[in-house]
T-cell receptor, first 113, second 111 residues
Framework: GAGVSQTPSNKVTEKGKYVELRCDPI?????LYWYRQSLGQGPEFLIY????????DSGLPNDRFFAVRPEGSVSTLKIQRTERGDSAVYLC???????????FGEGSRLTVL | RKEVEQDPGPFNVPEGATVAFNCTYS??????FFWYRQDCRKEPKLLMS???SGNEDGRFTAQLNRASQYISLLIRDSKLSDSATYLC????????????FGAGTRLFVKA
C-alpha cells in the first residue's frame, strides 16, 4: 500500500536482548518521526529525521536507544539491552516537512518479558 | 511539567451533546497547532489544524489563543462515532519540526 509500513507488528523479547524496529515511510516524505506510546498516554516524541540526518533526537530516553535513516527513506529504531519498561507501542510517522500532518504507521508493539 | 497538557477525561456525554476540550502548551516558540484523533488500538490521524483566527470543519470548531498558550476543540451534536481519544498537538522548529503530543482526552458518546 501507499501508507507508512512498520515491521514487525508485534515483537516479544526477553530482558537484555537487542531489538530492531523498521519503518518504511510514504514515498517522497522527507520527514520521519519515531514515537513511543504506553497505554493511556499520548505518543511520546523520540526522534525526528529530516532526510538522512537526525534533526532532533532529544526524546531518546537514554543511550540504549538509537535510530538511523541511512538513505533518507527507511528508518530503523534500535534498542539495546532491552528492559521491561521499554514495553510499549512504537509508532513511526512521516510527512512533507512543515506541513504539520503526520501520517502514522500501525505501530510495532514491543513486549519485554 | 509536560510541554502539552490536556484534561485526561474521560468525558461521557449523550448523543447530541456539545463537548469542549482544552489544552495548554508551555513553549512559547510553538508555531503550529493541531488536533488529532486516535481510535482504540489504532494510530493517530489528523482531525484539524488550529489557527489563531479559529477554524471550523462541520461540527468541529478549533480555537487558538497564543497569548494564553491555550487551544480548544468544540464538538457540537456529538455522534456515537465521535467516541475516541482527542490529542492536542504542537509543533516548533528545532532544526526540523519537532511535533509534541498531549496525553489525550478520552471521549465516550452514549446513545
Amino acid at each position: 500500500g501507499a501508507g507508512v509500513s512498520q515491521t514487525p507488528s508485534n515483537k516479544v523479547t526477553e530482558k537484555g536482548k537487542y531489538v530492531e524496529l523498521r519503518c518504511d515511510p510514504i514515498s517522497g516524505h522527507t520527514a520521519l518521526y519515531w514515537y513511543r506510546q504506553s497505554l493511556g498516554q499520548g505518543p511520546e516524541f523520540l526522534i525526528y529525521f529530516q532526510g538522512t540526518g537526525a534533526a532532533d533526537d532529544s526524546g531518546l530516553p537514554n543511550d540504549r536507544f538509537f535510530a538511523v535513516r541511512p538513505e533518507g527513506s527507511v528508518s530503523t529504531l534500535k534498542i539495546q539491552r532491552t528492559e521491561r519498561g521499554d514495553s510499549a507501542v512504537y509508532l513511526c510517522a512521516s510527512s512533507f516537512p512543515g506541513t504539520g500532518e503526520l501520517f502514522f504507521g500501525e505501530g510495532s508493539r514491543l513486549t519485554v518479558l | 511539567r509536560k510541554e502539552v497538557e490536556q484534561d485526561p477525561g474521560p468525558f461521557n456525554v449523550p448523543e447530541g451533546a456539545t463537548v469542549a476540550f482544552n489544552c495548554t502548551y508551555s513553549n512559547s516558540a510553538s508555531q503550529s497547532f493541531f488536533w488529532y484523533r486516535q481510535d482504540c488500538r489504532k494510530e493517530p490521524k489528523l482531525l484539524m489544524s488550529v489557527y489563531s483566527s479559529g477554524n471550523e470543519d462541520g461540527r468541529f470548531t478549533a480555537q487558538l489563543n497564543r497569548a494564553s498558550q491555550y487551544i480548544s476543540l468544540l464538538i457540537r451534536d456529538s455522534k456515537l462515532s465521535d467516541s475516541a481519544t482527542y490529542l492536542c498537538v504542537v509543533s516548533r522548529n528545532t532544526g526540523g519540526f519537532k511535533t509534541i503530543f498531549g496525553a489525550g482526552t478520552r471521549l465516550f458518546v452514549k446513545a
